[in-house]
Nanobody
Framework: QVQVVESGGGVMQPGGSLRLSCAVS????????MTWHRQAPGKEREAVAE????????NYADSVKGRFIISRDNAKNTVYLQMNSLKPEDTARYYC?????????WGQGTQVTVSS
């Protein structure tokens, strides 16, 4: 059974940093593209960062480029999202997704709130 579990969310002041983690089990982690998405209240879910199976390719949404860094440790079956210079508009529930082009597996998300 595939499990995707996000952690690391919380409340942070503007300008602060958080690191999210996503631990995956039940699949061949190194074969999957990993993506972080977020969804704010009343808004559609959006992709914010993506990393290729080997970790050599990364893509970011314009809204987080230069502030967020996605990385992965295939030995630990874990993907990370380092979020720096946080802004109030980064407030959302953050979800992790594993994709192999045929199947998508989502976690339950972790809440990030940026507020002074």
């Amino acid at each position: 059974q595939v499990q995707v579990v996000e952690s690391g969310g919380g409340v942070m002041q503007p300008g602060g940093s958080l690191r999210l983690s996503c631990a995956v089990s039940g699949l061949t982690f190194g074969a999957y593209v990993m993506t972080w998405h977020r969804q704010a209240p009343g808004k559609e879910r959006e992709a914010v960062a993506e990393i290729t199976p080997g970790g050599g390719g990364r893509n970011y949404a314009d809204s987080v480029k230069g502030r967020f860094i996605i990385s992965r440790d295939n030995a630990k079956n874990t993907v990370y999202l380092q979020m720096n210079s946080l802004k109030p508009e980064d407030t959302a529930r953050y979800y992790c997704k594993a994709s192999d082009g045929k199947y998508d597996y989502w976690g339950q998300g972790t809440q990030v709130t940026v507020s002074s």
